[in-house]
């Protein structure tokens, strides 16, 4: 019985192993198989042909890949780069801000130097470096003090006209009570003094910014816009410098002055550079006193 049943088991199996033997001889023949034009195995080439789609479905998400990360890179390179070049900008502006404001004060010291050549005394180019916020006092601290030569109650000018007089003065700094200052006061005179007898004196006016000019004869022709100049009787200023222009008038008469107010010409709210006059004022002459004869006797007194 179990002969039986074996040959039996055997004749059921045999057309499976008829089939897998079929099978694996299509394998081996299908490996050895070779294309007649290119030498390469057939398998190979089916393998190839399936495994391709999946190949190039990996080649194309892998590439999606690569290329955002290299995308973000490049976002960063362009911020580091851009914060770079903003840095940059900035450095040249400021530079280009340094060399216009060298050019600036160049330009302003020349015109320094200039007047200079203009009068027979010599001057101290100084720049302020501090303004006094008192609503009391006007005035102004300059970097040129005594080792310059600069000694207290001289002029100090632009080249738009006189600034003020030095009120104090140290070894490297100099304080500058300015023309505007109540203290502060000039002989001047309306026009040319050669050819103009408007004669007086200017004050400072305070906060306004304006001087006040007093008396001038009310008889003398007097109008708005005239210049007005120092005459050299005060002491500290030479004659001739630019004081300011005349903005305002009220008619005086014969026993009246006028009441004049005059606008400075030097731009005192924008004080950068300054020039220190070193002008000493010549002596005043002292009139000689007339010599007394004795008196003659006749000569009956004998």
């Known amino acids: 019985m179990p002969v039986q049943r074996t040959q039996k088991e055997i004749r059921r199996r045999a057309p499976l192993w008829l089939a897998g033997l079929l099978v694996f001889n299509a394998v081996l023949m299908s490996v050895s198989a070779r294309d007649e034009r290119t030498q390469e ?8 042909a399936v495994a391709t789609p999946v190949q190039s479905l990996f080649s194309g998400a892998s590439r999606s890949g690569v290329g955002f990360f290299q995308y973000i890179s490049n976002l960063n390179n362009a911020a580091a780069e851009n914060e770079q070049l903003k840095q940059r900008l900035a450095q040249a502006e400021t530079e280009l801000r340094d060399a216009k404001i060298a050019r600036d004060e160049n330009e302003r010291l020349q015109s320094l130097l200039g007047l200079k050549e203009q009068r027979e005394y010599q001057l101290v180019a100084a720049r302020v470096i501090a303004r006094d916020p008192s609503d009391w006092f006007d005035s102004a601290i300059i970097n040129r003090g005594s080792s310059a030569g600069i000694e207290v109650n001289m002029p100090v ?7 003020g007089r030095v009120a104090a003065v140290s070894p490297v700094s100099a304080q500058v009570m300015l023309i505007t200052d109540e203290r502060s006061a000039e002989g001047a005179v309306v026009g040319q003094l050669e050819t ?12 306004s910014g304006l001087l006040d000019m007093r008396y001038v004869p009310g008889l003398e022709q007097v109008n708005t816009g005239d210049a007005v100049t120092t005459t050299g009787q005060d002491g500290i200023y030479p004659r001739g410098l630019k004081v300011g222009e005349v903005i305002e008038v009220q008619p005086g008469t014969a026993t009246k002055p006028h009441e004049i107010k005059v606008r400075p010409t030097a731009r005192l709210n924008s004080l950068s550079e300054v020039a220190v006059l070193l002008y000493h004022p010549p002596p005043r002459a002292v009139p000689t006193p007339t010599p007394v004869t004795a008196p003659q006797r006749n000569a009956k007194g004998k």
């Open 41 to 48: 195995r057939k398998v190979r080439v089916w393998a190839q």
């Open 157 to 163: 000018v632009t080249t738009e006209g006189i600034v």
């Open 196 to 207: 103009s007898n408007a004669l007086g004196s200017v004050r400072g006016f305070g906060k």
